[in-house]
């Protein structure tokens, strides 16, 4: 920020000193030439030619470009590395590098749906241009000048959750240090939906739909069963309408203003679901009020500086230790530390310890339980940790390894039945809710699933696969994957296809018998299955691998109603707090997936969390 201001006013310094000598020019001559105009070189440009190279953070890592300069303009940009998600970053890879040679700019739009994709692009492009222009980048911590060193409370994490934080602590009086390990605030809300869910909102009012907080935790335990912690549960539905008419008071744009049923999860018993276009519309709602505390001193933002530890103190969390993205490492000590670290669905490690032996991520790089760590660190114990949404239909293709890259469509197909390791079939393949398919993947033997059908559905149907936004690409990248014989399995006859897929070869005749015989009498009796009964008897065969993939991760560490994490003996320990996903979906709406929830907790419990560390901090 301060670098671009100083490239701006050093911009308009020229431009003055250039527009007074074109008007002494003037007293001389009519007309005043370009040198480029007549194909001429100007004896120095803007960029010293060549090709550079730049990094910028995308939301499964770095991504990292190739552009080459002349003189004075901008010739050629590749994206050379990354490992954002197919499909997704295809458009923002092929478009942004356009737009910047066609304008000549990095602040160009980026590509709706992968925002943080196209802003990684731009980021490492100006690293880039940077480097032809001879501009030191240095490090985010030494460009910012700290209006203090020694806060009263530290948040680690500028998502949704740490920002709301921030801002609610700032406005009590506190001096906030705000660390975000990447170059943009925002975290997982840059692409999530827009979603808020509250009782008895103004919204709600104006519409003549009656809702309590009762209602709604009601609502949680008939969705979420009892597994929900009821103390944590009940705050949040008591200050779920505040934080929806918090948001709507700044601004937000909710369209029809209509609370509405979850378009994706179980029906809440009243309508109280808040929509927004996308989940950025609540960041760009609250950016104004986290910009004005930083102008005015209240806030410290360090990006690109990432929290590698805490400081424990006699049992108190007293501060942390953060590393800026040239390797530097510093202490900033506080009264209190507020973790807003997101949740650990980028960590393999931690969902192989709790949850799925075999699994892909969907989550953004940053989702990597650093904050569970900490928290352990410090003494904390985790509840629901076994709760973890588990998306079924990843593809484990080797070329992208943990990352989920390739997704096989796992229902509406005729004739498609799938089966465990052990050839058993295991729930009705069409007419499942969601909560019982992603059970499927969550508790199959080693959370493996195949997708099993004959060359009848392979000819008939669209492709299986989703890898990009053609589906022309999806049977391509389906026979690549039978040629490399890793997850995708074709033969001539049931038991072959077995064999090399490793099922139980005799299982699964007998079980795909049996479901040509369910379709011979027009009745699945094993399952109930009504839709799409066809046989599978058109050879060859095909197997499909799949296992889960994640993206929220829904357990934590435990604490009260005031956000405080608490050790083993149920008492906090000082100084430490937490909000957004962190504090673990699980403990506040249950097993299910409860609608708008995710997003409405960032803003709950970021301002409780910010006003229990104030209170704590300055008292």
């Excluded at 304008?103 to 739009?109: A, E, F, I, L, R």
């Excluded at 501060?319 to 669905?345: C, F, H, P, R, W």
């Excluded at 690409?473 to 690549?480: H, L, S």
Aim: proline share 4%; with cysteine.
């Amino acid at each position: 920020m301060k670098r671009e201001k100083l490239l701006k006013r050093l911009i308009a310094l020229v431009l003055i000193i250039v527009m007074t000598l074109s008007f002494a020019g003037c007293q001389q001559s009519q007309e005043v030439q370009d040198p480029q105009e007549n194909g001429q070189e100007t004896e120095e440009g803007i960029y010293t030619p060549g090709t550079y190279t730049g990094v910028g953070k995308g939301i499964n890592g770095n991504v990292a470009v190739s552009v080459t300069v002349d003189a004075n303009n901008i010739v050629e940009i590749t994206v050379t590395e990354h490992n954002e998600t197919p499909g997704i970053s295809d458009a923002a890879i092929d478009e942004v590098p356009k737009k910047i040679i066609e304008t000549q700019s990095v602040d160009v739009d980026g590509v709706s749906g992968a925002t943080m994709t196209s802003d990684a692009i731009k980021e490492a492009v100006q690293s880039a241009l940077n480097q032809a222009m001879g501009i030191d980048e240095g490090t985010e911590t030494d460009e910012v000048e700290m209006a203090f060193t020694e806060p009263d409370v530290i948040v680690v994490g500028a998502g949704f959750a740490g920002v709301n934080a921030a801002i609610e602590a700032a406005d009590l009086g506190a001096k906030v240090m705000l660390f975000e390990q990447n170059s943009i605030i925002g975290g997982s809300i840059n692409y999530a939906g827009g979603t808020l869910s509250g009782a008895g909102t103004k919204m709600q009012k104006d519409a003549g739909v009656e809702d309590t907080p009762e209602l709604f935790y009601e609502d949680i335990k008939r969705l979420g069963g009892d597994i929900f912690i009821p103390e944590l549960t009940r705050k949040h539905v008591e200050k779920s309408a505040e934080a929806v008419d918090w948001i709507d008071s700044l601004g937000a744009d909710f369209g029809d203003r209509l609370p509405k049923q979850p378009a994706t999860y179980e029906s809440f018993g009243i309508p109280r679901e808040h929509r927004v276009e996308r989940g950025t519309v609540y960041l760009e709602t609250v950016r104004p009020l986290l910009e004005k505390h930083v102008e005015d001193g209240n806030v410290v933002l360090l990006l690109e500086t990432q929290v590698v530890d805490i400081i424990i103190e006699d049992g108190a969390v007293t501060g942390v230790v953060a590393k800026t993205k040239d390797g530097k490492e510093a202490e900033y000590k506080a009264k209190a530390t507020i973790l807003a670290t997101g949740g650990y669905g980028h960590n393999e490690e931690w969902i192989n310890r709790y949850n799925f032996k075999n699994v892909l991520t969907s989550a953004p790089a940053h989702a990597s339980g650093s904050g569970y760590e900490f928290a352990e660190k410090a003494g904390a114990v985790f509840s629901n940790m076994e709760y973890l949404p588990a998306y079924p239909g990843g593809v484990p293709v080797s070329d992208t390894g943990f990352i989920q890259s390739v997704t096989a469509k796992t229902s509406k197909y005729p004739g498609v039945i799938w089966v465990n390791l052990d050839g058993k079939r295991m729930i009705d393949e069409i007419d499942s809710t969601p909560g019982p398919i992603q059970n499927t993947w969550a508790t199959a033997p080693e959370n493996i699933v195949y997708i099993v059908f004959d060359e009848t559905v392979r000819q008939e149907n669209e492709p299986i696969l989703t890898v990009s936004s053609k589906l022309d690409e999806g049977w391509t990248r389906f026979e690549e994957e039978i040629e490399k014989g890793e997850v995708i399995f074709k033969a001539d006859t049931i038991e072959e296809l077995a064999e090399l897929a490793g099922i139980n070869p005799e299982a699964l005749k007998e079980t795909v018998e049996e479901y040509n015989s369910y379709v011979d009498l027009g009745e699945d009796k094993e399952f109930g299955r009504t839709s799409s009964l066809q046989k599978i008897e058109n050879g060859p065969y095909y197997a499909v691998k799949t296992v889960p993939y994640v993206l929220l991760t829904k357990g934590g560490p435990l604490m009260n109603d005031k956000a405080q994490i608490l050790n083993a003996d149920g008492e906090p320990i000082p100084g430490l707090y937490q909000c957004g996903e962190l504090i673990g979906g699980a403990n506040i709406g249950g097993a299910a997936s409860i609608g708008g929830l995710a997003n409405t907790i960032c803003v709950v419990w970021g301002k409780i969390a910010a006003q229990s560390a104030v209170e704590f901090s300055l008292k």
